[in-house]
């Protein structure tokens, strides 16, 4: 099994920015494709940015621009950069692992973008 842990989130000024980070257990953490995904109250979980196991990264039209996906293979972890970040960016941040049908969530992270 997979298990994702998320950190990073907290409370930010808009304009802001916040790197959130998820480290991944219990994996070959290479081969998974990652993502970051986010819900805010009374909204659908949307997808947000993620990383395929070569590296090639796609975003939400909403976040192009302002964020940044990454990964650190050797330290089994991927991260997003959050920069100029808005009100609308408030949800709970949630670390997904995907390798084919097999998907993985971690617990989320409470990000707060309020003046």
């Known amino acids: 099994q997979v298990q994702l842990v998320e950190s990073g989130g907290g409370l930010v000024q808009p304009g802001g920015s916040l790197r959130l980070s998820c480290v991944a257990s219990g994996a070959i953490f290479n081969i998974y494709n990652m993502g970051w995904s986010r819900q805010a109250p009374g909204k659908q979980r949307e997808l947000v940015a993620f990383?395929?196991?070569?590296?090639?990264?796609n975003y939400a039209d909403s976040v192009k621009g302002r964020f940044t996906i990454s990964r650190d293979n050797a330290k089994n972890t991927v991260y997003l950069q959050m920069n100029s970040l808005k009100p609308e960016d408030t949800a709970v941040y949630y670390c997904n692992a995907r390798l084919g049908q097999l998907e993985y969530w971690g617990q989320g992270t409470q990000v707060t973008v309020s003046s």
């Open positions: 990383i395929t196991s070569y590296g090639n990264t």
